[in-house]
């Protein structure tokens, strides 16, 4: 079982705006008065990455695009090179986003990364909104930790916030009080050898609450570095215990636009939304452009999971 590809894709490109001239991707959607609101991560001449902000009210047609940035970190050393990948979780009445702010370390502390070339800083940063017009900056999350793909559950569990987060290479997952500071870390899944996820793994959209489980939608990368998407459900009281992930993808770089842009193979998921008995999973394709997949309700259920090692 796959997602279904809406056939006008892509749905955002690049204008011809300075800020987002070059690629505009991985971005954030959320439900809110009868809108989808698209929060997506764009670069232009200066390759720092900002938030641009999109609406659609049927959730493939694009309504309102903004013209200038949503939002963008101003003299944040921690921020220098922008911010990236946003993930809104809608948590009581205020939309919660979690995202990567980029910079490097200075050559004096580089430390080895696992790519041996430039050593870049991530650190995982959250914002909240209740309009996506003004923002009230929290900070570093996750302080001291390169980090990236966070994703937070729309409610407590058992009294706790949780979050997904990526340790590389695996899905951990983390417990707070009060969305700031966060511990008991635990492994949740481990990248699975010989799969379509071998390499690295990471969550995706914030996790979706359903009658079988938490939903989780994420991506897996190969050791070709294909990034392809897969789903897994957890466990609704404990969601440490992970219930099936895909055995096969459900998306993958197929269309011109996924396989050649400016990271050529990559459909990267950071939003999905719940509309008319569909998901519909908003995604990057090749780093580059915007794309919409769906699939209905009972499509899902047939998608064959299995127990990951
Ligand atoms: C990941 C993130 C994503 C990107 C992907 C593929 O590490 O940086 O923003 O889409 O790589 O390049």
Redesign the pocket.
Same mark, same amino acid.
């Given at each position: 079982m796959k997602l279904v590809r809406y056939d006008k894709n892509p749905v955002l490109a690049p204008t011809t705006n300075w800020w987002e001239n070059k690629a505009v +991707?991985?971005c954030a959607a959320v439900r809110s008065n009868g809108n989808v609101h698209i929060l997506y991560r764009a670069q232009g001449d200066d390759y720092v990455s900002r938030f641009g902000h999109a609406t659609t009210q049927n959730g493939f047609d694009i309504s309102c695009r903004e013209p200038d940035p949503n939002y963008e970190s101003v003299g944040d050393e921690m921020e220098r090179l922008g911010v990236? &990948?946003p993930r809104i979780t809608k948590i009581e009445d205020r939309y919660y986003i979690t995202y990567t702010g980029v910079s490097m370390y200075p050559c004096s502390e580089a430390r080895p990364s696992p790519f041996k070339s430039v050593p870049w800083r991530c650190r995982v940063g959250l914002l909240s909104t209740k309009d996506f017009q003004t923002y009230e900056k929290h900070g570093c999350i996750l302080p001291d930790m390169d980090n990236?793909d966070v994703v937070l559950f729309p409610e407590r569990i058992k009294g706790k916030y949780v979050m997904m987060h990526r340790t590389f290479p695996n899905i951990w997952l983390a417990y707070s009080d009060d969305l700031m500071t966060w511990h008991d870390h635990k492994l949740l899944m481990r990248v699975q050898p010989s799969s379509w996820d071998c390499d690295r793994i990471g969550a995706g959209a914030p996790p979706i609450k359903t009658e079988h489980g938490w939903l989780e939608f994420y991506h897996g990368v190969d050791h070709q570095r294909n990034?392809r998407l897969g789903v897994m459900l957890l466990d609704l009281e404990d969601p440490s215990k992970v219930i099936g992930r895909s055995a096969n993808p459900i998306l993958g770089p197929e269309t011109d636009y996924e396989k050649n842009g400016l990271?050529p193979n990559?459909v +990267?998921t950071c939003g999905v939304v719940d509309l008319h008995d569909q998901y519909f999973v908003y995604y990057?394709g090749a &780093?580059k452009v915007i794309g919409v997949a769906t699939m209905s309700h009972d499509d899902l259920k047939k998608v064959k999971l299995e127990k990951p090692v």
């Open positions: +991707f991985n990236e &990948d990236k990034y990271v990559v +990267f990057g &780093d």
